[in-house]
């Protein structure tokens, strides 16, 4: 389990939580995503743990199955959790349409949980990313922007998600490279001045940013889209998705290996 961006209570809640869902369906992957998986973590931050199961194989030919995508919130011992799971299949699909949510939780470095079929997955997923994932990261970081502008352009935390959002995505764009790390990014794409905004983020969910440095980032955050826009001008992934086959030929064994 790589945990090393939680305390120790955090562990332990984490791992009770994937050993009591694991027990209701077999995770191929949780991943944790949210603000400790990017960079900016605050005391009060839940843990965003984002997950892919198997379905059994027999549940999908009989007539009941088990719920797409099970969804679990609530606080343990003053820990909030957030968790979500889906189906190996339609995770699948979204990688190819490039679905940058499902391939951070393959991709992605902070795993909790790893089923041993996680490692012959990986790579065929690596080879999957194209340009489409362009148009997940540049769509999400609009609504972000919309929803710090709407919000009064105060909130740290919806402005670093906008940055970390866009500069993921042309990461990913220039150099085929998934890092959802924000701080790893910032002085590669001459942001270094964003990190008076992890500075204010860490001290809290909802710390606020002065009149002055709003208007700055007001003026400044477009810059960020324009990163991405020219990131996927000269992407180094091709404009589709060249192994499908090789990702249905790895489900289909999958499915047979657990009939």
């Not at 909030?80 to 189906?87: A, K, L």
């Not at 391939?103 to 990313?129: K, N, T």
């Not at 500075?199 to 009149?211: D, H, Q, T, V, W």
Request: aromatic content about 6%.
């Amino acid at each position: 389990m790589n945990t090393q961006v939680l305390e120790a209570h955090q562990q332990e809640v984490a791992a009770r939580v994937i050993a009591e869902e694991e027990a209701n369906r077999p995770h191929l992957v949780v991943a944790l995503s949210g603000a400790h998986a990017y960079g900016f973590p605050s005391p009060d931050s839940d843990l965003d743990l984002k997950a892919v199961h198997v379905e059994p194989t027999d549940k999908l030919l009989g007539l009941l199955r088990s719920s797409a995508s099970p969804t679990r919130m609530e606080v343990i011992d003053g820990v909030e959790i957030d968790y979500t799971s889906n189906e190996i299949h339609p995770v699948l699909l979204g990688v190819l349409q490039g679905n940058g949510n499902y391939i951070e939780r393959i991709l992605g470095p902070l795993q909790l949980h790893i089923d041993p079929d996680l490692a012959s997955l990986r790579p065929l997923v690596a080879e999957a990313l194209s340009r489409r994932i362009f148009r997940h990261y540049v769509g999400f970081a609009t609504s972000q922007l919309r929803a710090w502008e709407t919000g009064g352009r105060t909130s740290a935390k919806k402005l670093l998600y906008v940055l970390r959002t866009a500069l993921t995505g042309a990461h990913a764009l220039r150099t085929g490279e998934i890092v959802t790390d924000v701080t790893a990014l910032l002085d590669l794409y001459g942001f270094s001045a964003a990190r008076e905004l992890i500075e204010a983020k860490r001290a809290g969910e909802k710390s606020a940013l002065s009149p002055e440095a709003s208007a700055r980032w007001a003026e400044q955050i477009s810059r960020a889209f324009t990163t991405l826009e020219a990131a996927h001008d000269r992407a180094v992934l091709p404009e589709e998705p060249r192994n499908q086959d090789d990702l249905n030929a790895w489900l289909l064994a999958l499915r047979k290996a657990r009939l």
